[in-house]
């Protein structure tokens, strides 16, 4: 069975530690991708990747990082985690090309206190 | 840009059939997904439709108009398990996928 695994299903973090989210998938898929999904505002864009050690800006950006050093490996980095950055992080994967739809993993409840 | 549009949320019945519909407008256009997402579960694939018309598969069916840029998920023998989100990502070519926030599904006895 395909997967994407995520690292940490549950994280509780303080204000203005370092976090990494680490996401691994099985695959051999070329396109990786983070997303936060917050009540009311669906699934936003933070980072994604078409390669390794290539790395795009999505829709929010502003206060992560991402590292692709292998293919299977995509790791989200919250540089100085912040209270609104509490949110369930998705990490998803896709095979290049656009007509297949993303396998998710199952998702990093973040809390930042 | 990209705008898409779904109700928020919806309740039907067990048993029941429940139309969920999907308005989008966006810049280029391959086709469009639907996902179902459990409450605290990651999205999984339901469909994917690229040409006009129904495309059915069990008790789940998607129709896409492409002119109109209109979609919907069609369920039918609504079951309590299918109580989800479902949520709608145009496909628009050479971006990643922008999701729809969702319609929340709420099945009842």
């Not at chain 1, 609104?84 to 090309?97: D, E, H, K, V």
């Not at chain 2, 067990?14 to 989008?24: L, R, S």
């Not at chain 2, 006009?52 to 069609?74: M, P, T, V």
Request: hydrophobic share 30%.
């Amino acid at each position: 069975d395909v997967k994407v695994t995520q690292s940490s299903r549950y994280l509780v973090k303080r204000t203005g530690e370092k976090v990494f989210l680490e996401c691994v998938q099985d695959m051999d898929h070329e396109n990786m991708f983070w997303y936060r999904q917050d009540p009311g505002l669906g699934l936003r864009l933070i980072y994604f990747s078409y390669d390794v050690k290539m790395k795009e800006k999505g829709d929010i950006p502003e206060g992560y990082s991402v590292s692709r050093e292998k293919k299977e490996r995509f790791s989200l980095i919250l540089e100085s985690a912040s209270t609104n950055q509490t949110s369930m992080y998705l990490c998803a994967s896709s095979p290049a090309g656009q007509s297949y739809g993303y396998t998710f993993g199952s998702g990093t409840r973040l809390t930042v206190v | 840009g990209q705008n898409i549009d779904q109700p928020t949320e919806m309740t039907a019945t067990e048993g029941a059939i429940v139309q969920i519909n999907c308005t989008y407008q966006t810049s280029g256009f391959n086709g469009l997904f639907w996902y179902q997402q459990h409450a605290g579960e990651a999205p999984t694939f339901l469909s994917y439709n690229v040409l006009d018309g129904l495309e059915e598969k069990g008790r789940f069916s998607s129709f896409l108009s492409r002119s109109k840029g209109y979609s919907y998920l069609l369920l039918k023998e609504l079951q309590m398990k299918d109580s989800a989100s479902y949520l709608c990502a145009p496909n628009s070519g050479n971006t990643p996928l922008v999701f729809g926030k969702g319609t929340r599904l709420s099945v009842i006895a």
